[in-house]
T-cell receptor, first 112, second 114 residues
């Protein structure tokens, strides 16, 4: 069974640009969550989707947004990139809300 | 306000001995706890979980203990192996009021020496 797949693995963007990250969950999993990992703040929850609906949102500015498609695949978008957005962005999928979450390899975003 | 805390940033253990990683939480609404192992530049790997209705859960070399009155959980790895060297994160969720949102501790870097 394939795991959670995130694309791209690495990305370099310039301040002010926008970026879209993609996540394909484990087959059959309907819940997708996104996390940001930085050295200073650790792993922080961004948002969670279930059945194409955002169920939960973390404490991040509106520049961070996401969506989920009918096949459970998810994308997150960050607009007007800032240097502080440089981080490892992790996607996790679970069968249903609240079940064990399985993480992808992450997308390393560097903003210059 | 850090709701999940791992107070030891690092831990060093000899191969074959027990590793004990600790985690404290403050939110009494948490009812599900998980441990993840993480290597640099990779996603966390799920290890073991425990529901708040239990006080112990075992899976092979890994055992998680939950003390609700103390709001404390611990992960025991017996016997420790060099391949266990990684950063370990505990995470908590309040399934009934927060869905699948996980609150992570800051992590403990475990080093198992041969």
């Amino acid at each position: 069974k394939a795991g959670v797949t995130q694309t791209p693995r690495y990305l370099i963007k310039t301040r002010g640009q926008q970026v879209t990250l993609s996540c394909s969950p484990i087959s059959g999993h309907r819940s997708v969550s996104w996390y940001q990992q930085t050295p200073g703040q650790g792993l922080q929850f961004l948002f969670e989707y279930f059945s194409e609906t955002q169920r939960n949102k973390g404490n991040f500015p509106g520049r961070f947004s996401g969506r989920q498609f009918s096949n459970s695949r998810s994308e997150m978008n960050v607009s007007t990139l800032e240097l502080g957005d440089s981080a490892l962005y992790l996607c996790a999928s679970s069968l249903v809300l609240g079940a064990e979450a399985f993480f992808g390899q992450g997308t390393r975003l560097t903003v210059v | 306000d850090q709701q999940v805390k791992q107070n030891s940033p690092s831990l060093s253990v000899q191969e074959g001995r027990i590793s004990i990683l600790n985690c404290d939480y403050t939110n009494s609404m948490f009812d599900y706890f998980l441990w993840y192992k993480k290597y640099p530049a990779e996603g966390p790997t799920f290890l073991i979980s425990i529901s708040s209705i239990k006080d112990k859960n075992e899976d092979g070399r890994f055992t998680v203990f939950l003390n609700k009155s103390a709001k404390h959980l611990s992960l025991h790895i017996v016997p420790s192996q060099p391949g266990d060297s990684a950063v370990y994160f505990c995470a908590a969720s309040g399934v009934y009021n927060q869905g699948g949102k996980l609150i992570f501790g800051q992590g403990t870097e475990l080093s198992v020496k041969p």
